[in-house]
C-alpha cells in the first residue's frame, strides 16, 4: 500500500493564473509556508531540547523562519473557483497530491514539483466567512 497525500496551509504569493489544456481549464497558484526554527547554543541542540529542559535565561538562542513556496494547479471547476476567488496574500488550505514533471534542457534532465489540489479550502474571506471550493 502507497499513500500520495499532502496538506498546506499558507498564503497565496500572487494572483492565481489560468490556461487551457485541451479541452480543460487549469488555476495555477503558489502557496507559501513558514516553518519557525530555534536552536540554543551550546548545551542545547533543538527546540525539543527548549520544551523538554528548563534552560536557563543567559544561554543564547538562534531564532529563524524557512519559508517554502509550492506551485499548486487545480482543474476543472475547482480551478474556475480558485482563479474568481483567490486573491494575493489570501490564507487557503490545499488538500492534493505531489506530481512531478520532467523534461530535457540542454541534455541535462530536469524535474519540478507541483500539488494536484483534489480539494481547496478559501480562508481570510470578507465577513469572517469560510469556504470550501
Known amino acids: ?3 500520495n497525500k499532502i496538506f498546506l496551509l499558507g498564503r497565496l504569493g500572487s494572483a492565481p493564473s489560468v490556461r ?11 502557496v507559501a509556508t513558514e516553518e519557525k526554527w530555534a536552536t540554543g547554543t551550546p548545551s542545547t541542540p533543538g ?9 536557563a535565561t543567559e544561554e543564547k538562542w538562534a531564532t529563524g523562519t524557512q519559508t517554502e513556496w509550492h506551485t499548486v494547479e ?6 474556475e473557483r480558485c482563479a474568481q476567488y483567490l486573491v494575493q496574500g ?13 523534461w530535457e534542457r540542454n ?9 494536484v489540489a483534489r480539494d481547496v479550502r ?12
Not at 47 to 55: A, E, F, G, I, S
Not at 90 to 102: A, I, P
Not at 122 to 133: A, K, M, S, T, Y
Open 1 to 3: 500500500m502507497s499513500v
Open 20 to 30: 487551457q489544456a485541451g479541452e480543460r481549464k487549469v488555476c495555477s497558484f503558489r
Open 47 to 55: 527546540l525539543v531540547d527548549l520544551l523538554l529542559r528548563r534552560v
Open 74 to 79: 487545480a482543474w476543472g471547476a475547482l480551478g
Open 90 to 102: 489570501q490564507r487557503v488550505h490545499v488538500e492534493g497530491k505531489l506530481s512531478s514533471d520532467e
Open 107 to 115: 541534455g541535462s534532465k530536469m524535474r519540478s514539483w507541483k500539488v
Open 122 to 133: 478559501f480562508l481570510d474571506r470578507p465577513g469572517g466567512q469560510h469556504e470550501r471550493g
